[in-house]
Structure formats: C-alpha cells, structure tokens
C-alpha cells in the first residue's frame, strides 16, 4: 500500500525554494537543484518582495513602484534560472509577488505550486544573527502544512 502510494506520488515531485539573495538563500538553491536532479523534480523559484514602508500613495507612483520591482525581480530571477540550466539542466519555473514573504510562500507553495517540499535558507538578509531562524523561515515552518527543508 505504502509502496503503491509512493509510486503514485513520489516524493520531491514538486519542489519550490525560495530565494532573497543571501548566501543562505543561494544554498538553499543549489540543494534544491541537486535534489530535483537526483529525484526529476519540478522546481519552482520563488522570491518575494516586501511593500515598501514609505508605500506609494497616488495610482501612478504604485505602478512605477510595482514596474521597478517586476524589473529587479525578474532580473534576479533569470539570472539563478540560467545557472540551473547551465549547471543543471534544469528549466525552473520563476515566480515574484509583493507580500508578506512567509504567508507568499506557503501560499504559493500549497495553493498555485502544490508543492511536496518547501526549501528555504536558515537565515536570510536580516542582520540580526543569534538566532537560528530568521522570522520568515521560522514563520514557514510554524505554518505550512507540507515538509519544510531548512539549508544552513
Ligand atoms: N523575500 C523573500 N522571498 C523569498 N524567500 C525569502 C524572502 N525572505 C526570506 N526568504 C527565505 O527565508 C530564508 C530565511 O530568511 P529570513 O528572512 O527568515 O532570515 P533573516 O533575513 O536573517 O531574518 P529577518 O528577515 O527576520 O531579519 C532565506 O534564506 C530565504 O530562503
Ligand atoms: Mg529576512
């Protein structure tokens, strides 16, 4: 029975990780990509923007704020599906949103993805080291229902 479900589902099917340009983060990636490699997994890649504190207020300073993160995201973004091409052989799918990063991903994770595992780095860009969570991971883990794979 156990055999037979798995075979239906197998495990790493789907994979998203996600990604703010810490080394943490980076890590987080190559460890996806040598699971998907190792397991033929989709990958989806998934980086989150905050709202800036100082939020625009007219329509038209929105969208120029909504144009110059698109452009920044999508940069960034094309940039880690190249080297997973190059050094993996491996087409990711690539997503941004603007949000609040915990909720955006398990979010996106359980409902657009239908991921089976969640990859994240430990700490991310935050300077505050002494813990071993930073609030995103942390709030991940407290809150997703599907395995969460933490990468130090
Ligand atoms: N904006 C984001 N978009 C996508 N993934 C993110 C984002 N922020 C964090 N992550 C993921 O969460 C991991 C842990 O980062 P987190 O933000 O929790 O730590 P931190 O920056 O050190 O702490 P804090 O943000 O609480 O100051 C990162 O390695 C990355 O995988
Ligand atoms: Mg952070």
Same mark, same amino acid.
Request: net charge neutral; proline share 5%.
């Given at each position: 029975?156990?055999?037979?479900?798995?075979?239906?589902?197998?495990?790493?099917?789907?994979?998203?990780?996600?990604?703010?340009?810490?080394?943490?983060?980076?890590?987080?990636?190559?460890?996806?990509?040598?699971?998907?490699?190792?397991?033929?997994?989709?990958?989806?890649?998934?980086?989150?923007?905050?709202?800036?504190?100082?939020? @625009? =207020?007219?329509?038209?300073? +929105?969208?120029?704020?909504?144009?110059?993160?698109? !452009?920044? %995201?999508? #940069?960034?973004?094309?940039?880690?599906?190249?080297?997973?091409?190059?050094?993996?052989?491996?087409? @990711? =799918?690539?997503?941004?949103? +603007?949000?609040?990063?915990?909720?955006?991903?398990? !979010?996106? %994770?359980? #409902?657009?993805?239908?991921?089976?595992?969640?990859?994240?780095?430990?700490?991310?860009?935050?300077?505050?080291?002494?813990?071993?969570?930073?609030?995103?991971?942390?709030?991940?883990?407290?809150?997703?229902?599907?395995?969460?794979?933490?990468?130090?």
């Amino acid at each position: 029975m156990v055999e037979l479900a798995l075979r239906a589902s197998p495990p790493f099917s789907k994979i998203l990780v996600a990604v703010d340009r810490s080394e943490n983060s980076n890590r987080a990636l190559e460890y996806t990509l040598k699971l998907a490699k190792l397991h033929d997994s989709k990958v989806t890649i998934l980086h989150v923007v905050e709202p800036s504190p100082s939020a @625009p =207020e007219t329509h038209t300073a +929105i969208r120029a704020f909504e144009i110059a993160v698109e !452009d920044e %995201a999508r #940069k960034f973004l094309d940039s880690l599906a190249e080297r997973a091409q190059k050094e993996y052989g491996i087409k @990711p =799918e690539l997503k941004w949103q +603007i949000g609040h990063p915990a909720k955006v991903i398990v !979010d996106v %994770a359980e #409902k657009t993805v239908g991921a089976d595992l969640i990859v994240m780095g430990s700490r991310g860009l935050g300077g505050f080291k002494e813990l071993l969570l930073g609030s995103v991971s942390h709030a991940v883990v407290n809150h997703a229902r599907v395995p969460v794979l933490i990468v130090r």
